[in-house]
DNA sequence: CTCGAACCGTACCGTACGGTACGCCTGCGC
DNA sequence: GCGCAGGCGTACCGTACGGTACGGTTCGAG
């Protein structure tokens, strides 16, 4: 069964959330040469305090991945009178959420700290980031595409594997090429072709769930 | 431009290759905590001599990495007199080969290390695997899909767009959620459905880019 | 037989880093 | 004013690990 994972805002204080803000710029600027001493001292704060606060080294990890995934928020779609044009708008909108999220420097390090700590046999943060980034998409995205076909806009016998073929006309091999460091993907170069992936995934997409499209 | 590594079987004396599998085994079972001593005392070696033939302890890693990705070997598919269903039956080699590589454990280890390599600003790791992996396979299926685009069988405009969409509709999600370690997606849940999504994903490239397709 | 190269095993060094201890300061309740 | 909890800064400890040095052994060339 899914773990879910809820973050409030009270769960850390202002000062722990200024800890956690160093602890992520740290890991976005040094990759995950994350070290107690620096998060203190760029933090203004003793190790001691971080230990108090978070227990250890991977309290910590776990606390500030777990604190910035919950950040990530998809707009809400509004679901009443769907008609085709609204339908592909939302579903325009969740391609550019997604590959805007991904290709963010932010969710590539998030989830290469999460791919590393899984290398080590723990899927504590591989839980965290999946269930922020893609599960995430795939719990808002699934209620419209059954309103979807509920409205025979769409045509699809299980929703799951039309959301993940949205996923992969969506994100292609741009996610693990950005995580492995591919120099030919640049931020700049990624985010201008944005919009035409957006649209060639959405049209892509109604050519095969379409309710026009063969059975 | 694309750095093109070779590796002879000549690169690597017996011995040395012996280390390299060493190395590996323990990547594949420990994870990243790879340590010289170590490779030294599972290869019954010394350090000195792994100092000495690996230069240090990237060194040694890289060395892994690139001989292990360059064994990858993608079958070689008959270009020649292509009917449609030569060339489907191609296709759907190619997505098998692909979903089965990336689910293999030796894959997922080599595809987390060079994650976790490319979060240390190094990117040798990333683009060697990179270039036996999806760049691999993309140089195998661009010359079948121009092939059948010839042949009247495909249509498409770009063929580097044609590939991207099918390694999407092929590895969807599963290659990062293996990455992250999610526990939903066990190594024989996924072999259990290799053929299903193989033939899956055909049928939407087909839907996709087959000549009777929308244009 | 002798010599030397290659290599094994092990001991060793330096450092980086996780984690702890302690002295000091600040602010707040009383 | 007084005491104390919370927290900062720093020093400190233990260990793991990358890298080096060295003695001993094997093996092939001459």
Redesign the interface.
Known sequence: MPVTIKVNEETFTPRQQAVLTAALDLLVEN???LTMTAVARRASCSKETLYKWFGDRDGLLTATVQWQAAKVRMPVVDRSHLNAKALRSSIEQFARDLLTVITGEVSI?L??????H????K?SL??I??ENG?LAIRRRLKPILEAGRDARLLRFESSE?AY??F???????V???L?????SLTQSNVEANIEADVK?ATD?FF??YGAK??P
């Open positions: 990759g995950d040469g390090t989830n290469r700290t999460a791919v590393t899984a290398a080590q046999e899927d591989g839980i980031v999946l893609p594997d993940r073929t996923f992969g006309l969506v994100v292609r091999d996610q693990i090429r995580l492995l460091g591919d120099k060639s892509q050519a095969l499209a063969n």
